[in-house]
């Protein structure tokens, strides 16, 4: 059975930093491009960015609201994905989910996401 | 950027009835969407990939159709557990962003 198990989130101050993790089972890690999607409370969903596998440079692409401050890196030894968070702002506060690209193949794959994490809310407030 | 255009962004229906949820993109995408269900508190749930094709474990009454810019979700017999809000996606990643529609929520009537 496939499962994303993300952690991390809480309660963080403006400007600072958090790492979220996205624990992955039930399937090979290593195949599939992983992504974050966030949804600020009430609103709707957001792509973050994405991490594709290493059989395509593993390298990662972001949304432009995040982009210089968030980083999305993996760990296939660990089945893990990480979303670091720096110079966080209010308008992060959101919950975040992990997700699997059903179709990863190729630098720029489809990205359809048929699993999802049970998502970490993250609260960025003084 | 990409901007995907749900409507309705909401919807009374009775169970029974066939609903029907349009997704427009401001720019042609092929047949890359996905359609969604979110239930509240819920992660999303994929229903629909490639415009058309459904989702293993995904009711039949779900379908989707569509190509280019024009996209659409069909119930065809609402039922219970169906009442949520519903949210497409363009699913091409280059150039980035992927980008979802503004969601349509399905209520009871």
């Known amino acids: 059975e496939v499962q994303l198990v993300e952690s991390g989130g809480g309660l963080v101050q403006p400007g600072r930093s958090l790492r979220l993790s996205c624990t992955a089972s039930?399937?090979?890690?290593?195949?599939?491009?992983m992504s974050w999607v966030r949804q600020a409370p009430g609103k709707g969903l957001e792509w973050v960015g994405f991490?594709?596998?290493?059989?395509?440079?593993?390298?990662?692409e972001y949304a432009a609201s995040v982009k210089g401050r968030f980083t999305i890196s993996r760990d296939d030894s660990k089945s893990i994905a990480y979303l670091q968070m720096n110079s966080l702002k209010t308008e992060d506060t959101a919950v975040y989910y992990c997700?699997?690209?059903?179709?990863?193949?190729?630098?720029?794959?489809?990205?359809?996401?048929?699993?999802w994490g049970q998502g970490t809310l993250v609260t960025v407030s003084s | 950027d990409i901007q995907m255009t749900q409507s309705p962004s909401s919807v009374s229906a009775s169970v029974g009835d066939r609903v029907t949820i349009t997704c427009r993109a401001s720019?042609?995408?092929?047949?890359?969407l996905a359609w969604y269900q979110q239930k509240p508190g819920k992660a999303p749930k994929l229903l629909i990939y490639?415009?058309?094709s459904l989702q293993s474990g995904v009711p039949s009454r779900f379908s989707g159709s569509g190509s280019g810019t024009d996209f659409t979700l069909t119930i065809s017999s609402l039922q219970p557990e169906d009442f949520a809000t519903y949210y497409c996606?363009?699913?091409?990643?280059?150039?980035?962003?992927?980008?979802f529609g503004g969601g349509t929520k399905v209520e009871i009537k």
């Open positions: 997700t699997r690209g059903r179709y990863s193949y190729g630098y720029w794959p489809e990205l359809y996401f048929d699993y």
């Open positions: 039930g399937f090979t890690f290593g195949d599939y491009a």
């Open positions: 991490i594709r596998s290493k059989a395509y440079g593993g390298t990662t």
């Open positions: 720019q042609g995408i092929s047949s890359w």
């Open positions: 490639a415009a058309s």
């Open positions: 996606q363009q699913a091409n990643s280059f150039p980035p962003p992927l980008t």
